[in-house]
């Protein structure tokens, strides 16, 4: 029987970046302001860049779509962050911010944030130059396949990101296992993987186009994350509060970050 998950085919046809940075990080309104996702996530990032010691060369983050704030502490404890997503479209809006073309994005709620964490709140603009300084590439990502930057073969790096990215691209748990021995072939032994997903979701709205998205627990993503020689570093899950406009949007009850260490090679 044929699946009904909307695959990656249907974020490189129907994802449009504007909608979905407004739906979702939009001043004031977004879903993932209102409910916390956005400030949890750089809280949780800031302390795995600062004091949970994740840092080195270079860093890849796998989905950012058409967003930058996940990368806003990684870019002070690496020298290279390489953007790694599956549409043409997203690519092209993170190369337009690269390059600090008019209309983009406002991300300075995120950024101001970001600074605050670091006590260095008149930072705001250096910070955003330190990142684009620091994103030295964007490329094209598939998470699915072996080499999920195929045709590009890199050397193994230290940290793999991903945020919002796993839940959209994988339609089963078998999926996800298998992606999480993708992601790991990325990285060294002793590397980390660091993931921000939504937990018990079923879709999201972005524009007037629904997406499928995998129903994840913490349960299931502790065995995953371990029988696919990682171990656990760090996991906090953030809860959500019932609103039925913003569940009508995105249907998740939670929020997951944790960081792994691979420990071994797995096939
Ligand atoms: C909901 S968006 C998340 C964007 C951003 N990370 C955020 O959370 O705000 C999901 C992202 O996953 C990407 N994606 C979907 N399938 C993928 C695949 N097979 N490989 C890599 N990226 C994929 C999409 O292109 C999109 O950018």
């Not at 953030?238 to 792994?260: G, N, P, W």
Request: glycine share 8%; proline share 3%; net charge negative.
């Amino acid at each position: 029987m044929a699946s009904d998950f909307t695959g990656k085919q249907t974020y490189q046809q129907d994802f449009d970046p504007t909608d979905y940075l407004e739906t979702y990080y939009g001043a004031g309104k977004g879903v993932f302001i209102k409910d916390g996702f956005m400030e949890f996530a750089l809280r949780k990032l800031h302390e795995a860049f600062t004091t949970g010691g994740v840092k080195g060369d270079t860093l890849i983050d796998i989905g950012p779509g058409p967003a930058i704030y996940q990368e806003l502490s990684a870019c002070e404890a690496f020298k290279e962050i390489i953007a790694a997503d599956f549409t043409d479209r997203n690519r092209q809006y993170l190369v337009k911010w690269l390059k600090n073309e008019p209309g983009m994005f406002d991300w300075t709620p995120a950024v101001k944030f970001v600074c605050e964490l670091e006590g260095r709140s008149d930072n705001i603009v250096g910070k955003q130059e330190k990142l684009r300084k620091t994103l030295k590439r964007i490329v094209k990502c598939d998470v699915t396949k072996s080499n999920p930057l195929e045709p590009l073969l890199l050397p193994q790096v230290d940290c793999v990101t991903t945020l919002g990215c796993l839940e959209c691209a994988c339609k089963d748990q078998d999926t996800y296992r298998k992606v999480l021995r993708n992601l790991s072939s990325l990285l060294k032994v002793g590397g980390c993987l660091i993931v921000t997903d939504i937990l018990g979701s079923t879709s999201f709205l972005s524009g007037t186009k629904r997406f499928s998205l995998l129903n994840l627990d913490e349960a299931f993503i502790r065995k995953a994350i371990t029988d696919t020689g990682f171990a656990m570093v760090d996991l906090e899950v953030l809860q959500r509060d019932f609103d039925k406009e913003m569940f009508d949007v995105c249907d998740h009850t939670s929020s997951i970050f944790y960081v792994a260490r691979k420990v071994k090679e797995v096939k």
